[in-house]
């Protein structure tokens, strides 16, 4: 069928048609906490960029279905090279990964005199390539702790990200000037507004929100980080979240007895809303928008990614 007349489907039987053609083609669907909560509901794992990365390694599936954006799915297929990784919409890409090239990252090396390069993982394969060790938004505290102390750190190309992991480890970073439009665009009014709102709320936020924002949460947490504080604090009956709507949908979702109050309902990626139900089963009967990394990139991108894990 075409991508179109998928489109016409219903719900119901994109559902159905999605089941018959994973079971036919053998495949797996890693999906991110930031899809809209229709795909989120054909996830086999589900999850933070890390809870994704170590998923990737271990599947033993021929096909995985990577439902959330570029870097991701690029990622998955250096992890398990074997296997064919495929995107419901190869236009899913993430901003912030673009904010730094592979020859913008050799010059910086260069000019600040061979720094050791911590990449979030948010970047290419070929920045990563370039780098020594990967981070997540759950790990980065403890992948910049690692460094030997003595080594000067580039971290890439989040700075809020890089500003958090700096203050929480008490280590000197150079950062990179790049940013998630999603996420830097939370101010100090949206948390005055929200608090006023909601006053018994207790706020997490995403390390990738500006500095002055995550100053003013209670928590800083990845996205499934934030699952788990949620999960965790059966207390708390009211909560801020601070990053992608997805996410707040999903936790709303889990959580219908408790109050879960999005920072701001502005905070949506668009890009990872790129997929939908009816993208991903046409992409699964054509196996098509096939994700590949050239093997010399790849081997490379792949020593920063498993030192990542190693350590996480
Ligand atoms: P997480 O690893 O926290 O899921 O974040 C990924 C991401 O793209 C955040 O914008
Ligand atoms: Fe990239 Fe931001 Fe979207 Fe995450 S939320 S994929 S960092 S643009």
Redesign the pocket.
């Given at each position: 069928m075409t991508r179109e007349e998928y489109q016409k489907q219903s719900t119901d039987g994109l559902y159905r048609a999605i089941a018959r053609l994973k079971a036919e083609r053998g495949a797996v669907f890693l999906v991110?906490?930031?899809q809209a909560l229709e795909v989120q509901k054909i996830a086999d794992h589900i999850?933070?960029?890390?809870?994704?990365a170590q998923a990737a390694a271990a599947v033993d599936a021929r096909l995985i279905v990577f439902c959330?954006?570029h870097?991701?799915a690029e990622s998955a297929k250096i992890l398990n090279p074997g296997k064919k990784v495929i995107m419901p919409d190869r236009g899913a890409g993430?901003p912030?990964a673009d904010m730094v090239t592979a020859e913008q990252l050799i010059a910086a090396k260069k000019a600040h005199g061979d720094p050791v390069v911590v990449a979030y993982?948010?970047t290419s394969a070929a920045v990563k390539a370039e780098s020594d060790v990967c981070c997540?938004?759950?790990n980065a505290v403890k992948i910049v702790a690692s460094v030997p102390p003595d080594r000067k750190i580039l971290f890439v190309p989040d700075r809020n990200l890089g500003s958090y992991a700096a203050r929480m480890s008490g280590r000197e970073l150079v950062l990179w000037p790049g940013h998630?439009y999603?996420?830097n665009r939370f101010t100090v009014d949206d948390v005055r507004t929200a608090r006023d709102e909601h006053p018994g709320a207790r706020l997490a936020v995403?390390?990738?929100c500006p500095p002055e924002v995550a100053a003013l949460a209670d928590d800083v947490?990845?996205?499934?980080?934030?699952v788990a504080l949620v999960r965790d604090n059966p207390r708390v009956g009211e909560w801020i979240i601070g990053?992608?709507m997805g996410?707040v949908d999903q936790l709303s979702a889990a959580h219908p007895d408790k109050g879960i109050h999005p920072l701001s309902r502005r905070a949506v990626?668009n890009n990872?809303k790129l997929t939908t139900l009816a993208k991903v089963a046409w992409a699964l009967e054509h196996e098509a928008n096939e994700v590949t990394v050239p093997d010399e990139v790849a081997v490379r991108a792949k020593r920063a990614l498993d030192r990542m894990l190693e350590l996480s």
């Open positions: 991110h906490n930031y999850g933070d960029s890390l809870a994704l959330g954006v870097f991701m993430c912030m993982v948010n997540t938004s759950s998630c999603v996420h995403h390390p990738e947490a990845s996205t499934s980080g934030m990053t992608e996410l990626c990872m």
